[in-house]
T-cell receptor, first 112, second 112 residues
Framework: NAGVTQTPKFQVLKTGQSMTLQCAQD?????MSWYRQDPGMGLRLIHY???????DQGEVPNGYNVSRSTTEDFPLRLLSAAPSQTSVYFC???????????FGPGTRLTVT | TQLLEQSPQFLSIQEGENLTVYCNSS?????LQWYRQEPGEGPVLLVT?????EVKKLKRLTFQFGDARKDSSLHITAAQPGDTGLYLC????????????FGKGTLLTVNP
């Protein structure tokens, strides 16, 4: 099993550009989530999904969109990147709830 | 107001020393998790504690859940350089099984 995979590992964007951060898992987990990690702020939940076709907002959803068309994939879209979105982004998955999640290796995003 | 307060924020010790880090809150939780995050990686689940007063051991790591289920501690015996990392506690929040809230973490450095 590859577990949770994220691409790209690093990305630099200019303000106003859009992009999609990819996340995939091969563990047949129903629950998937996206977090951002900033110095001094810890990990904060952006969006989550409890199954294909079902998504909901977390603590800091503004500026991000998600969709879940398959069990395996949960992409995160930045609609118009802003410097405040410079962060490390982690995707995670678990069997059914937010507990005991498996995290991907992260995507380090810089917006200039 | 931060739901979970972790202390200390930073800890630098020599190999072989013992240490304790704390995760405190004014709220009561049904359970609490500890994760460890190594540099450049995603968090990895160490343990889940669910019963007030519960003690769990993972090799040289001892986890305790407070009797009132408001706090938890992690004690490391004879720390090794491989223990270096960010230690995070996390709880389900907002009355939801789908939203995990993390503390800001304790950054531990074990020097050889």
């Amino acid at each position: 099993n590859a577990g949770v995979t994220q691409t790209p590992k690093f990305q630099v964007l200019k303000t106003g550009q859009s992009m999609t951060l990819q996340c995939a898992q091969d563990m047949n987990h129903e629950y998937m989530s996206w977090y951002r990690q900033d110095p001094g702020m810890g990990l904060r939940l952006i969006h989550y999904s409890v199954g294909a076709g079902i998504t909901d907002q977390g603590e800091v959803p503004n500026g991000y969109n998600v969709s879940r068309s398959t069990t395996e994939d949960f992409p995160l879209r930045l609609l118009s990147a802003a410097p405040s979105q410079t962060s490390v982004y982690f995707c995670a998955s678990s069997y059914s709830t937010a507990y005991e999640q498996y995290f991907g290796p992260g995507t380090r995003l810089t917006v200039t | 107001t931060q739901l979970l307060e972790q202390s200390p924020q930073f800890l630098s010790i020599q190999e072989g020393e013992n240490l304790t880090v704390y995760c405190n809150s004014s709220s009561v939780f049904s359970s609490l998790q500890w994760y460890r995050q190594e540099p450049g990686e995603g968090p990895v689940l160490l343990v889940t504690v669910v019963t007030g007063g519960e003690v769990k051991k993972l090799k040289r790591l001892t986890f305790q859940f407070g009797d009132a289920r408001k706090d938890s501690s992690l004690h490391i015996t004879a720390a090794q350089p491989g223990d270096t990392g960010l230690y995070l506690c996390a709880v389900l929040s907002g009355g939801s099984n789908y939203k995990l809230t993390f503390g800001k973490g304790t950054l531990l450095t074990v020097n050889p």
